[in-house]
């Protein structure tokens, strides 16, 4: 079984690295899984949904190689993993120009007038982990939340078929312990890793 988790922040000193290597730690943990880590800033992903992009939303283009290549990274994958600093109550461009251009239509879904939607990554699993600096009451007052499981769980994976497994949000992160943060991924990993375990077993069966 293989986790991608794709990690977007462009200190790799942060703490938004720090938890995304917990998580693969734990995910790892029992040796019955491997574990990819997709650096986007450090491999310099270009995030910019361009006129190249949009030809390939209108089925007029293939897509370029860059795009192609994270594709097949998640195919290969069992399970994805996103792991992200929350930039006003989201995530960061470079994730978000990521998935604009790489779950593309053809790839992640297929639409038409005729045809209407078609969901392609029914079998892709996925795990949020959101690193925010507010604190959970903050989140809860204003709904941020639950507009970015709208946003994010429903609107972009839903639409695709893809089920997010667990989406959790690790506040208070320029205040609160980092062990605590990180003993907090590191059992999202291993959850991770018991789903991973079921599935295999599941499928074996």
Known sequence: MHALIVVAHPDPASLTHRIAASVAEGIASTGQASVEIADLAQEGFDPRFAVADLAVHRREAPPSADVRAE??????????????????????????GWIDRVFANGWAFDFSPEAMLVKKLRRLQVHLVGVGGADARTYEKHGYGDAMKTQIDHGIFNYCGARVI???????????????????????????NRGLARQETTEAG
Do not use: C, H, N
């Open 71 to 96: 594709q097949a990274r998640i195919d290969r994958a069992d399970v994805l993993v996103l792991v992200f600093p929350v930039y006003w109550w989201s995530m960061p461009g470079l994730m978000k």
């Open 166 to 192: 667990t989406s959790t949000l690790l506040p208070e992160s320029e205040i609160r312990d980092p062990a605590m943060q990180l003993d907090a991924a590191r059992a999202i990993g291993e959850e991770v």
